[in-house]
């Protein structure tokens, strides 16, 4: 389990990244969202539940974006990939 869930989304094709940030963000303001390449966008899913001191992704949030964002764009221009994730901070 992961104290920041995290999702990536890889495009078939180069896309207006900058544009996807902007979607991501009208989904849910909060979102961090990073541009790593021309195809590729990682963003936080924000953690709504801890379970014996684990976060978990908030479902709801990537469930609206798969059905407002990635769906429409793999019908549209493909997408490749879609990784779910996340990362650990050190315990302080």
């Known amino acids: 389990m992961c104290d920041?869930?995290?999702?990536?989304?890889q495009f078939a094709t180069t896309i207006d990244v900058a544009l996807i940030e902007r979607a991501l963000r009208a989904i849910d303001p909060t979102t961090h969202v990073e541009?790593?390449?021309?195809?590729?966008?990682?963003f936080g899913l924000r953690a709504?539940?801890?379970r014996d001191?684990?976060?978990?992704?908030?479902?709801a949030m990537l469930r609206r974006v798969f059905d407002m964002l990635i769906a429409p764009l793999h019908a549209e221009i493909g997408v490749?990939?879609?990784?779910?994730?996340?990362?650990?901070?050190?315990?302080?």
Do not use: F, K, Q
Not at 35 to 42: C, E, G, L, P, Q
Not at 53 to 59: L, Q
């Open 80 to 92: 490749e990939r879609v990784r779910l994730g996340g990362m650990v901070t050190a315990a302080r």
């Open 4 to 9: 920041v869930p995290l999702a990536s989304i």
């Open 53 to 59: 001191g684990c976060h978990y992704g908030n479902v």
């Open 48 to 50: 709504c539940a801890t």
């Open 35 to 42: 541009i790593r390449d021309s195809r590729t966008v990682w």
